[in-house]
C-alpha cells in the first residue's frame, strides 16, 4: 500500500491519499481540492472522512463532481453533527455512505476496517489498512484530539484510546494533524492511553 500524506488548509490537516492495486482512496479530504487532484494517481474508488468537522471534509463536494463514480463514507452520527451540514450542504453531495464500527471495505485486495473512536466527535473513526490507522483527531503523537467541541466526550476518548492501544500488535499511525507515529510509541508515551 503506497501512502502520500497532503497537508492542507489553514488547520494544517493531514489529507492521506492510499493506493494499492490500482485503486486509490482519500482520506479527510479538509481543503485545498485542486491539490488533492492533482496528486491523486488514480480516480478514487472512495472518499473517507474520519470525522465531520470541516477541516477533514470541505474539499469533499469538489472531489465528488470531478469523480462522480466515487463512494463518500463518514459515520452516520457525524453526518447531521459536528457541524458537518454547516460546512458541506445536503444538495453538494449526491449521496453519503454511512459505515460504523466493524464495516470493511477493499481496496485493491486489502480490506479497510473501521474501528468507532468517539470523544472528539460522536462519530469519529479510525480506518486501519494492513499495519497502518488513520486516527483522525482521535489519537496524535503523545496526545490526543480535543474534546471540548459539541459531541466531544473525555471518557469516549479514553475508552476510544484504550480500544486502540489493545489492537494486537504494531500499526504505523497516520493522525489527523501533526507527525505520524506508531501505536507502540503511544502505548508507552502517551498519557492519555495509560
Keep these: 500500500m503506497n501512502i502520500k500524506t497532503i ?9 492521506y491519499i492510499i493506493e494499492h492495486g490500482g485503486e486509490c482512496a482519500v482520506i479527510d479530504a479538509g481543503e485545498n481540492a485542486e491539490e488533492i487532484i492533482a496528486n491523486l494517481p488514480a480516480p478514487p ?7 465531520g468537522h470541516f477541516d477533514h471534509v470541505t474539499a469533499v463536494p469538489r472531489l465528488l463532481k470531478e469523480y462522480p463514480s466515487a463512494k463518500f463514507y463518514m459515520h452516520p452520527l457525524d453526518r447531521d453533527g459536528a457541524g458537518f451540514a454547516l460546512f458541506v450542504p445536503a444538495n453538494e453531495i449526491s449521496e ?9 471495505l477493499t481496496l485493491g ?5 473501521v474501528i468507532s473512536t468517539p470523544g472528539h466527535s460522536k462519530g469519529s473513526v479510525t ?7 488513520f486516527s483522525g483527531d482521535t489519537l496524535f503523537r503523545e496526545t490526543c484530539g480535543r474534546v471540548d467541541f459539541p459531541g466531544g466526550n473525555m471518557a469516549e476518548m479514553r475508552s ?4 486502540l492501544a489493545a489492537l494486537k500488535g504494531d500499526f504505523r499511525v497516520y493522525p489527523g494533524h ?3 507515529t506508531s501505536l ?3 502505548r508507552t508515551n502517551n498519557i492519555y492511553m495509560k
Design 7 to 15: 497537508v492542507v488548509g489553514d488547520i494544517q490537516t493531514n489529507c
Design 45 to 51: 474508488k472512495y472518499i473517507f472522512a474520519t470525522h
Design 96 to 104: 453519503i455512505h454511512e459505515y460504523k464500527d466493524g464495516d470493511t
Design 109 to 113: 485486495d486489502i480490506e479497510i476496517t
Design 127 to 133: 480506518l486501519k489498512a494492513e499495519d497502518c490507522l
Design 160 to 163: 476510544s484510546l484504550k480500544k
Design 178 to 180: 501533526g507527525p505520524s
Design 184 to 186: 507502540g510509541h503511544e
